[in-house]
């Protein structure tokens, strides 16, 4: 069983910077791809970007170039570097930890989320 605690969010102005952080705790084979997706009101979950456990990183279109994912493999824990926000950003962030049981079998873990709210 993995535990996944997002922490990092709060309120911004428009062009302002937030940093998330993501630590995944808990027993596994292994913790392979991490990832960021977002929920912002009345609108499906969407991703955000994932990094791959050797540090390839995929981002969306809407983020690329504002947005930084990162992980530390020895902390087990991702990061999303959010530069240039703008009120459109707005939304629920969560945490995405893809795992590898005791067992051998692939297991997504989600977060809770953390509310990244970019207004004036």
């Known amino acids: 069983q993995v535990q996944v605690v997002e922490s990092g969010g709060g309120l911004v102005q428009p062009g302002g910077s937030l940093r998330l952080s993501c630590k995944a705790s808990?027993?596994?084979?292994?913790?392979?791809?991490m990832g960021w997706y977002r929920q912002a009101p009345g609108k499906q979950r969407e991703l955000v970007a994932t990094?791959?456990?050797?540090?390839?990183?995929h981002y969306a279109e809407s983020v690329k170039g504002h947005f930084t994912i990162s992980r530390d493999n020895a902390k087990y824990t991702v990061y999303l570097q959010m530069n240039g926000l703008k009120p459109d950003d707005t939304a629920v962030y969560y945490c995405n930890i893809g795992a590898t049981t005791l067992r051998g079998e692939p297991i997504d873990y989600w977060g809770k989320g953390t509310l990244v709210t970019v207004s004036s």
């Open positions: 808990g027993v596994a084979r292994s913790i392979n791809d």
């Open positions: 990094i791959t456990s050797d540090g390839t990183t």
